[in-house]
């Protein structure tokens, strides 16, 4: 059993500064994972060469991977540090903010561009009032367990870190919001919004940028069929665009 | 300057009260210390409670109504309970249209379960993951009022207090954006606190990092009410952690599962080869009629007297099994796995082990506190659900203290949580229509100044205690004696080990002072306000000379007699005059059976020391922050009781 752990962290004191890398060595303790690590470290600040420095920042809330919180790269690898464990890990375990998002401090970045990627295409059903309108429509089983994997989307944002085609050069809305833009064109109260969904998928940034890598399903903690939402959204759209054409 | 209603936290109470509030053509600014999406109602996993019968069982919301107020020992506001209970299914619809993806029956209708304290399927789930999806859905709502420009987020924003004038009425509050650090105040005609429960006042707990229950603690040391803080609810099964309890939901025994230890305490072999005749499910054997859904404190208490007090658990540590495999629950792996898996997933994920094969490892953690701010319900005059002692000043979700009395039943905090943020949000509505004076500007001023000073102090907080450490300790005592089982003299020591935890956050080293994003800053702002919390939950704890709910205090518990000689509490006459007086006094008509006749000595006995303590203790516990003393002051409200009377909370 190793007695100690070696993290290596990628460091940055706030937006537009220079990142900068610190060591650290924290004791081993079995079930660990990379979040009970930088407890350890927030609580004694000292790098593996004894110099005293800033606890690391970083954003952590359900620790159950349910929250999306904890995105970081662990090991090159776009996921939540909460359910990233030592002892699955290589050592030693570097940590890096994601680099598709701009750096708050440290490991924390600014996904707000996801949410407002929601907006865009109008990710929710259309409702009259929250006051009692009886019950929505029925759903059968398969429908229900078919949108079900796709709800389960907590905007961590492993899918766009792991694009090429997100970039600093690409208005590319990315795997998150594709995936919900199919899942609300399949509600069926949501369905009535399609069109405007597909509008928002025309021209810069929409479905049709998509490169076809394929890592976003390969990085998906919730191994939401993102390609298939790709796929099906790629056909739903060419079908408005014919269909737009003759009613022009 | 339009009014505006300031909502702080985006949970599903933020998040219901202000669809509500902009629904109503109000606008409302929303704070929240993660982006709403990751607050911690995400974390729910079972379900939501509502009486819909859509299994032809005769449920119905009076009956759910009945189960909240006995579950809860009677310690709720009746009236308050019921229009849940009576809203609950509507609720329900409401969610269904939102687009929530509940599980479905082959029918395309609602799919329910049953949860602990009832004997009705009355929740409805989306697999292990309701919370998430219920969240996701109200999210989704939200959005659609941010683009029609009646919402407007501060995400990344620490509330710090409320802006009172001299009334004292609510004009707003002050927050500071965590990104920078910059401190603001922002005016409103009234403010709606939605900032969840205070689990990391107890170190580690099955709650999110983010429930520090430093929001509600600021707006107790402002004044507020804080009630019922000593009902805290122990989960009885989370899987025990470094970094935190995860929980394992209440929906793996609402599918079956069972909870035991092997009945040698020095078993060796592993628990799958342990047969049935070698286990004790403890729990099906002491209430055979509700075995493993016996309610969450019943549950705790047995799993932790089997572990602490008879030493019968695994391998001598604190911890049972709960088995839930295909051959123990008597459901087939695939359809375990559609309605569990989430729950599955956290226990392969973190702890390594198959569920489907192994029995899960577990051990009670804390959970859920049914107390919070006082929003309450006025037996006098005007009666503002949700609102707070100061005017303008409302909470809903699980930071205030209403519908869960001295015990929450699971899957009724999602309930609670959208009907309390809905009406919140309509009432604020009401109460900005007549809120017409204008607030003195220099309120603003002082209030922010106030603020900024206090930030200064933490600033230059460099002595040599460790702020971690502090609250690690705080955790380990709240835990160790302010939990499961309370004896006064353990919460006499932990009353004065909280004064020398404030005395040494005094000597903190803030190992950091830079402004960016200054994630220590926040923790020990936040450690200040747990330390302040600890005490009315302790001291409410140590007043309460009796056991009720999840308030179990040694040497105060009345010994229920066995059950098949109890007889009925309605043949007792010291029953009957209270019942009597609590009807005369809520106007209530209560129905009592006939008197049958004689009850036995025992029960006799059993009867008298149970209403006495009733007329003692059925009351809500109110702290009001003292400035410059130890601890609170402590005064005790009548509870409403229009709907039935209390009687002995006994489950067979
Ligand atoms: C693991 C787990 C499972 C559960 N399962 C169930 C279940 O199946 N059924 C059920 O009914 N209940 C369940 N519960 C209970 C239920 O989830 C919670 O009681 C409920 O989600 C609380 O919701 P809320 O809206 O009150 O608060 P939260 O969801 O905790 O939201 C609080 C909000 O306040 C914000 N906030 C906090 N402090 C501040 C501040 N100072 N400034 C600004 N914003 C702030 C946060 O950012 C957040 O947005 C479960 C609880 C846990 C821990
Ligand atoms: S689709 Fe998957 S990877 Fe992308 S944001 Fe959602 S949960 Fe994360």
Redesign the pocket.
């Known amino acids: 059993m190793p007695e100690k752990i070696t993290v290596k962290i990628k460091r940055q004191d706030g937006p537009g500064r220079e990142p900068y890398w610190q060591t650290f060595e924290v004791p081993y303790q079995p079930n660990m994972n990379v979040i009970s690590v930088l407890m350890e470290i927030r609580a004694n600040p000292v790098t593996a060469d004894g110099k005293k420095t800033t606890p690391p920042s970083w954003d952590d809330a359900c620790l159950e991977e349910v929250c999306?919180s904890c995105s970081m790269r662990v090991n090159g690898v776009a996921r939540q540090s909460c359910s990233a464990l030592v002892d699955q890990l290589a050592q030693p375990i570097v940590l890096e903010p994601f680099s598709k998002f701009p750096v708050i401090r440290d490991l924390m970045i600014d996904r707000s561009s996801m949410f407002e990627a929601l907006k865009r295409v109008k990710a929710w059903n259309p409702l009259d009032g929250t006051y009692d309108l009886g019950p929505g429509p029925r759903v059968d089983p398969e429908t229900q367990d078919d949108m079900y994997k796709y709800a389960e989307?907590?905007?961590?944002?492993?899918?766009l870190e792991a694009c090429p085609q997100v970039n600093e050069n690409s208005p590319f809305i990315g795997?998150?919001a594709i995936?919900q833009t199919y899942l609300y064109n399949q509600q069926p109260i949501g369905k009535a919004l399609m069109d405007e969904r597909l509008e928002a998928h025309m021209g810069p940034g929409g479905v049709g940028d998509c490169g076809n890598a394929q890592n976003?399903v390969r990085?998906?903690?919730?191994d939401?069929p993102?390609t298939t939402a790709i796929a099906a959204l790629g056909r739903q759209l060419t079908w408005y665009s014919i269909k737009s054409f003759f009613l022009r | 300057m339009p009014k505006r209603v300031i909502v702080v936290g985006g949970g599903l109470a933020g998040l219901a009260a202000t669809i509500r509030i902009a629904e109503r053509g109000i606008p409302v600014d929303l704070f929240s210390v993660v982006p709403v999406k990751r607050s911690h109602s995400v974390c729910a996993q079972g379900g939501i409670n509502a009486a819909k019968n859509l299994k032809g069982e005769g449920d119905h919301p009076d009956i759910h109504t009945n189960d909240t107020l006995f579950g809860g020992e009677f310690l709720a506001d009746q009236p308050l309970v019921q229009g849940m209970c009576r809203d609950a299914p509507a609720i329900i619809d409401l969610l269904d249209r939102m687009g929530v993806p509940f599980n479905r029956t082959a029918e395309g209708n609602l799919d329910f379960r049953r949860f602990g304290g009832t004997l009705y399927n009355r929740t409805a789930f989306c697999g292990a993951t309701t919370g998430q999806q219920l969240m996701y859905a109200l999210d989704e709502q939200v959005r659609r009022f941010e683009t029609l420009g009646l919402v407007e987020k501060y995400e990344h924003w620490e509330f710090l207090s409320l802006v009172l004038d001299n009334g004292p009425k609510t004009r707003g509050i002050t927050a500071m954006n965590i990104w920078d650090r910059s401190i603001e105040v922002f005016k409103a005609n009234a403010v709606i606190l939605c900032t969840g429960g205070p689990g990391l006042v107890f170190g580690k707990s099955t709650n999110s990092t983010i429930n520090t229950g430093a929001a509600a603690a600021r707006a107790y040391q402002q004044g507020v009410w804080y009630a019922n803080g000593e009902f805290i609810q122990v989960h009885p099964t989370p899987i025990p952690g470094a970094d935190k309890l995860r929980l394992i939901s209440e929906s793996v025994r609402g599918e079956g599962g069972r909870i035991w230890v092997p009945k040698n305490k020095d078993e060796k072999r592993a628990p799958q080869d342990i047969p049935d005749s070698d286990r004790d499910y403890f729990l099906e054997r002491k209430y055979p009629r509700y075995g493993n859904l016996v309610p969450r404190d019943v549950a705790t208490r047995e799993i932790f007297n089997i572990c602490v007090v008879d030493g019968r658990g695994i391998g001598g540590k604190n911890i049972v099994y709960l088995d839930v495999t295909p051959e123990r629950s008597g459901q087939p792996a695939d359809v375990l796995e559609r309605k569990l898996g989430g729950v599955f997933e956290i226990y392969r994920k973190f702890k390594g082990d198959d569920p489907l094969k192994v029995p899960m490892q577990i051990f009670p953690g804390m959970h859920y506190s049914m107390g919070g701010l006082w929003a309450g319900y006025e037996d006098k005059g005007d009666m503002i659900v949700q609102m707070t002692n100061i005017p303008g000043t409302f909470a809903a979700g699980e930071v205030d203290f209403q519908y869960h009395g001295a015990n929450r039943l699971g899957a009724n905090s999602l309930l609670s949580c959208i009907w309390g943020g809905l009406e919140s949000g309509e009432r604020s509505v009401q109460w900005i229509q007549s809120d017409t004076a204008e607030a003195d500007s220099d309120v603003y001023g002082s209030e922010l100044k106030r603020q900024v000073e206090f930030a200064e102090k933490i600033e230059k907080l460099d002595g040599d205690e460790n702020a971690f450490k502090i609250h690690d300790e705080l955790g380990e005592w709240m835990t160790n004696y302010c939990s499961v089982v309370r004896k006064n003299d353990k919460l006499d020591e932990l009353s004065a080990k909280i004064n020398e935890l404030e005395e040494r956050f005094h000597r903190i080293n803030l190992s950091d002072t830079t402004r960016s994003a200054n994630k220590t800053f926040g923790f020990v702002r936040a450690l200040w306000d747990m330390i302040q919390l600890a005490r009315p939950i302790v001291k409410g704890a140590r007043i309460r000379d009796e056991s009720r709910g999840a308030h179990y205090k040694d040497g105060f518990d009345l010994q229920k007699p066995e059950s098949d000689k109890i007889g009925e509490a309605s043949d007792h006459q010291g029953y009957r005059d209270l019942c009597a007086e609590i009807a005369e006094k809520w106007g209530a008509n209560f129905e009592l059976p006939e008197k049958k006749g004689d009850i036995s000595p025992e029960f006799q006995e059993y009867m008298d020391k149970w209403v006495e303590k009733e007329r003692r203790w059925n009351k809500t516990t109110i702290a009001e922050y003292k400035p410059g003393t130890d601890g609170p002051e402590l005064s005790f409200r009548d509870v409403a009781m229009t709907v039935v009377p209390p009687r002995p909370r006994i489950y067979k």
């Open positions: 999306g989307c907590m905007t961590c944002g492993c899918c795997a998150a995936g976003c990085v998906c903690p919730k939401i993102l």
